[in-house]
């Protein structure tokens, strides 16, 4: 599992045990443990992560969106090490205590990707602009229906993604012991899917770029 449902993260250390974990792990492994892990003391533990995740944004792409993606998830990181001391809400399963967690993190993830998806300096500063002086607001029930496939299918993926691990496993489970004839029909169903959902142009996984 190298993405383990990651939007179910309460806060930006665990989105980032979940999200691409074998670069998480090379990154721990060969940059953060090198530099001297935390063995000496919190001062230099935070500072290695700030390192480490600075070099793991430099490591996608010699730019300053990469820098900046970098620098502010390794941020958010070390700001919650000390935030989880203190808040007296941490330690709280109310269930609307979760839900406000996971949604504070999924904002804050996003708010980094603007840096991420930028191709430039001056198209983060237009995005930015855009929602603070022009988010057309009145434009949204319009873009929803004229793309209303499209959101169908991004909350059929939310939907999949929010289903408990026992009953996704029991799922594969009956996938794998039922006969080669159901195995095909749901594969070609699959398959036709992901064939119909294709844009006129091809859009390549994010991280084949890197």
């Known amino acids: 599992k190298n993405f383990n449902s990651p939007y179910k993260a309460?806060?930006?250390g665990d989105f980032w045990r979940r999200w691409h974990i074998s670069l998480s792990t090379w990154?721990?492994?060969y940059l953060y443990i090198p530099l001297g892990g935390n063995k000496k003391g919190k001062l230099m533990a935070n500072v290695n992560l700030m390192t480490t995740m600075l070099l793991g944004g430099l490591w996608h792409g010699a730019s300053w969106q990469f820098v900046i993606w970098g620098g502010l998830n390794g941020l958010g990181i070390v700001v919650y090490k000390y935030w989880r001391k203190i808040s007296p809400w941490e330690k709280s399963n109310h269930r609307l205590m979760i839900i406000w967690r996971i949604a504070l993190t999924f904002?804050?993830?996003t708010f980094t990707r603007v840096w991420f998806r930028s191709e430039s300096m001056e198209t983060v500063n237009l995005i930015f602009f855009q929602i603070?002086?022009?988010f057309k607001f009145h434009l949204i029930p319009q873009i929803l229906v004229s793309y209303y496939p499209i959101f169908l299918m991004m909350l059929f993926g939310y939907v999949l993604h929010w289903l408990p691990y026992a009953l996704k496993d029991k799922i594969q489970g009956l996938f794998i012991q039922s006969p080669l004839i159901i195995k095909?029909?749901?594969s070609a169903i699959v398959v036709f899917i992901i064939f119909q959902s294709l844009s006129s142009e091809l859009q390549p996984?994010?991280?084949?770029q890197f």
């Open 10 to 12: 309460q806060n930006v």
């Open 27 to 29: 990154l721990k492994d």
């Open 107 to 109: 904002c804050f993830i």
């Open 132 to 134: 603070a002086n022009s």
């Open 184 to 186: 095909m029909f749901i």
């Open 205 to 208: 996984f994010v991280y084949f």
